[in-house]
């Protein structure tokens, strides 16, 4: 990818008019932690991360990771983008976070139900990116929401993202493209029914998107569609991610 340093992260946060963001590790970068240690230290404390970890991390080193401003790790089941996901050294090293800390993982829809063993053993909050990739051309009521829901029932500490219109509604994947509408009619109601477990972003700077790299004003202007009330914003902006990245401020 190109570069996509914090001062442009900075940048557009602001431009954007949000006051804080979480930084997610990049996949490129691997277990090295470096560069989004380095643009937290940089936010003045308006940014937290998301970090991933060698799973035989050392309890020292997951200290020195929640000190740099990290409050969670990412496992990756992407087919495309990891070979191998090691399950069960992943469940142990899920044991051994830092208090108050979370787990995020990323698969898409055809692997849910293998993975929900997984899931159901992991003894801290789940936070699934991007709703585990649903068609959303089915819309609201379509197998794959039905699926994810059911996964939502089954533990109340399991949390989502409501993003990536970019990505779930993309011509290129058969959807409608920007501005996404199969995204917002199948989004609004999964974010009113679980409204105190879902959190937005934008996937700045959208990796593997460079022929269809999307407008993040436009990104933002899903927000009214997918939480077309106050209260609802306010929970997906403000309230939700206080709750998972500063805790100790509420």
């Known amino acids: 990818p190109q570069d ?6 900075f940048a557009l946060r602001d431009h954007l008019g949000f ?16 560069a989004t240690l380095n643009a937290i230290a940089k936010s003045e404390g308006k940014a937290r991360g998301v970090a991933v970890v060698d799973p035989d991390i050392s309890d020292a080193e997951l200290s ?20 191998n996901a090691p399950k069960d050294k992943f469940l142990e090293v899920s044991k051994r ?7 995020v993982i990323y698969f898409e829809a055809d692997i849910l139900e293998e993975l ?10 789940l ?7 649903p068609d959303v051309r089915q819309g609201p009521d379509g197998e794959d929401m039905k699926a994810f829901r059911r996964l939502l029932d089954s533990r109340e500490d399991i949390w989502f993202k409501a993003t990536c219109p970019e990505r779930l509604d993309a011509i290129k994947e058969g959807g409608m493209g920007d501005p996404w509408d199969n995204f917002a009619s199948a989004v609004a109601p999964l974010v009113a029914d679980y409204q105190d477990r879902v959190i937005w972003g934008t996937d700045w700077p959208h990796p593997n998107m460079q022929d269809e790299i999307a407008d993040d004003g436009h ?6 569609r997918i939480a077309p009330t106050v ?4 929970k997906l902006l403000i309230t939700n991610p206080m709750r998972l990245y500063w805790p100790e401020e509420l």
């Open 116 to 125: 929900r063993p997984f899931m159901d053993a992991i003894p801290v909050p």
């Open 4 to 9: 996509a340093g914090p001062d442009k992260l």
């Open 219 to 224: 990104i933002v202007d899903m927000i009214p």
């Open 97 to 103: 976070l830092p208090e108050g800390w979370h787990v």
């Open 64 to 83: 020195a990771l929640h000190e740099g401003g990290m409050r969670g790790i990412r496992f990756n089941f992407l087919k495309r983008l990891v070979d």
């Open 19 to 34: 006051s804080r963001n979480v930084i997610v590790q990049a996949s490129c970068h691997g277990t090295d932690n470096a």
């Open 127 to 133: 936070v699934i990116d991007h709703m585990g990739r």
């Open 231 to 234: 209260e609802l914003q306010q």
